[in-house]
């Protein structure tokens, strides 16, 4: 929770929501936690997720998967075959996290005219910069 001092709202380094909004500095986080989400059987194969992930580039992909797996979300599993397979899954704690990312995405798929709306008012402002 933000804190309140002398009047004046605080969002600490360490609050809640400076935490969780570090999670999404990286833009694609949620993209990928959100397709592993919804993947048949909970897993998929890095060539998989980067089809799906339309405008991701191989090394921001792998930089996403790194940090998500380094922050314990998700679960990378390296396949004793050759040529080599590896897949990704969340974690236990990545379903925790995925969960409400859903419910924002829910709100995007039944919201889809407010959000052309803000793209408007966006590009509105935009042109007349």
Do not use: C, N
């Not at 694609?28 to 959100?34: D, E, F, G, Q």
């Not at 314990?72 to 379903?95: E, F, M, N, S, W």
């Not at 409400?100 to 407010?114: F, L, S, T």
Request: hydrophobic share 40%; no cysteine; glycine share 6%.
């Amino acid at each position: 929770m933000p804190d309140w001092v002398e009047g004046q709202l605080f969002f600490y380094a360490d609050s809640p929501a400076r935490r969780i909004m570090d999670l999404f500095s990286t833009k694609w986080s949620s993209m990928v936690l959100h397709a592993l989400y919804h993947w048949p059987e909970g897993r998929a194969r890095t060539g998989a997720l980067q089809r799906s992930l339309q405008g991701i580039s191989k090394k921001m992909l792998f930089q996403t998967l790194k940090e998500l797996e380094q922050r314990g979300l998700i679960a990378r599993h390296v396949y004793d075959v050759i040529p080599p397979k590896v897949d990704y899954r969340l974690t236990a704690l990545g379903l925790t996290f995925a969960e409400p990312i859903e419910k924002m995405y829910q709100w995007g798929v039944e919201h889809q005219a407010a959000l052309d709306e803000m793209e408007a008012i966006y590009q509105a402002s935009r042109a007349q910069e």
